[in-house]
């Protein structure tokens, strides 16, 4: 691993002048600095349209993919055929450990456009040998009818559209869409290492449901742990780490940190030490099954900013979604934070119930489980907003605490 470094060290900093001026003489990895977006945002800006973090003449890159977000958060990241192609490998590596391969009809289930995640999910279906059905540009119920034409075996999507997709297939006469289908194999949010979410999306599509893990800055660097849940790092292809967001030390054994990667096999837009925002547990707990690479049996917890502070304590938002979806009832949810008129922090939940009597357990639970009080405000279901993408679910609209002041 130390040779594999020092060779991409090398390499990278023979021609990359963003590198070259953040590492300068460094070579233990414990002297190299930390990299954030934000860096990487902030001389793309000052260098438009692709920044200096490149390694090599700009016409040696082939592949360009942009991150979702808002003006000025948009990250272009470039990939020569080389960076590619071992994108393609891991999610190859990805699909095969999800039990995808010949014979299997993968039907893809992102957005077809200038992200990631359905080109480098389009090549690793056919890495695995599989024959890929790509479903960007259509709706939903366009989708169901097009994986029941082909027999879809497998879908690719984020965990909030696989429930999506079941409820659009019921409410259609879709059904016979589902049934062939063996596999769910999702990304972008935590829900698929949730046992809750898991569950439901099992029970939904009466199919396996299994996570993965990556950005567009950083590759695919997580594959499913079949037998077990949950994740595994690659950890032959990416030196990992799991250190405190506040002050950069390695957390001790079952602790949470936030996910710090090197990714050894990019080179044209190298990421070195490069803050994920993702929040994982730090098990050296061996996976029952022997998997090669750390295992995180709860997947990605969630983002660093989403982590809420409420009444001194840190809540995930996933972690209230994880109590929700194992009552049977509850449909779509919303959670807001605000003050009180006498500034204590609140969490309300609105959530669709079929039946508001279960209001009350659910509240119960999320007392006796996260020790947090919440309200619980039932409403019918079908009124609030179901996602295609990425869920934007948690609202938070306490006032910033003013520096000095402690939350
Ligand atoms: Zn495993």
Redesign the pocket.
């Known amino acids: 691993m130390d040779g594999r470094l020092a060779t991409l060290l090398d390499t990278v900093l023979a021609g990359n002048a963003f590198q070259r001026g953040r590492i300068g003489e460094a070579r233990a990895l414990a002297d190299l600095p930390l990299t954030t977006k934000g860096e990487l945002l902030a001389d793309q800006a000052a260098h438009p349209p692709f920044g200096t973090n490149l390694t090599f003449p700009l016409e040696r890159y082939t592949h360009l993919h942009q991150t979702s977000g808002s003006t000025g958060t948009t990250l272009r990241v470039l990939d020569t055929a080389e960076d590619w192609a071992w994108w393609r490998a891991q999610l190859g590596r990805v699909m095969r450990a999800s039990g995808i391969g010949p014979g299997d009809r993968v039907a893809l289930a992102y957005s077809f456009g200038p992200y990631v995640q359905f080109w480098a999910s389009y090549e690793g279906a056919q890495d695995a040998g599989a024959l890929v059905i790509p479903l960007g540009g259509m709706d939903s119920v366009q989708r169901l009818e097009t994986m029941r034409e082909y027999g879809a075996t497998a879908l690719l999507c984020t965990p909030s559209y696989a429930l999506h997709l079941a409820k659009v297939a019921a409410e259609n006469g879709l059904l016979d869409a589902l049934a062939p289908v063996e596999r769910v194999v999702c990304t972008g949010e935590p829900g698929a290492s949730m046992p809750a979410v898991r569950e439901r999306i099992e029970s939904a599509w009466g199919a396996r449901c299994l996570d993965h893990a990556g950005a567009s800055e950083v590759g695919s660097l997580a594959y499913p ?4 849940g949950g994740l ?1 790092l690659f950890e032959d292809e990416y030196i990992c780490e799991i250190l405190d967001p506040a002050t950069g030390a390695p957390v001790p054994e079952g602790a949470t940190g936030e996910l710090v990667t090197t990714a050894l096999g990019r080179v044209g837009f190298p990421v070195i030490r490069y803050r994920t925002g993702d929040m994982v547990e730090r098990t050296r707990r061996p ?5 090669p690479g750390m ?1 995180l049996p709860q997947g990605i917890r969630g983002r660093v900013d989403d982590m809420v502070v409420i009444r001194g304590m840190n809540v995930f938002p996933s972690a209230i979604e994880e109590i929700l979806r194992r009552s049977a009832g509850a449909g779509e949810f919303s959670i807001t934070f605000y003050n009180d008129p006498h500034a204590m922090d609140e969490v309300k939940v609105e959530v669709e119930l079929a039946n508001a009597r279960e209001a009350r357990d659910i509240q119960a639970r999320l007392r006796q489980t996260l020790g947090l009080r919440v309200r619980i405000v039932p409403v019918k279901p079908g009124i609030l907003p179901t996602y295609g993408g990425k869920a934007r679910r948690v609202l938070d609209l306490r006032p910033p605490v003013p520096a000095g002041r402690e939350p």
């Open positions: 742990c079949a037998d077990h595994h996976c029952p099954a022997g998997h295992w």
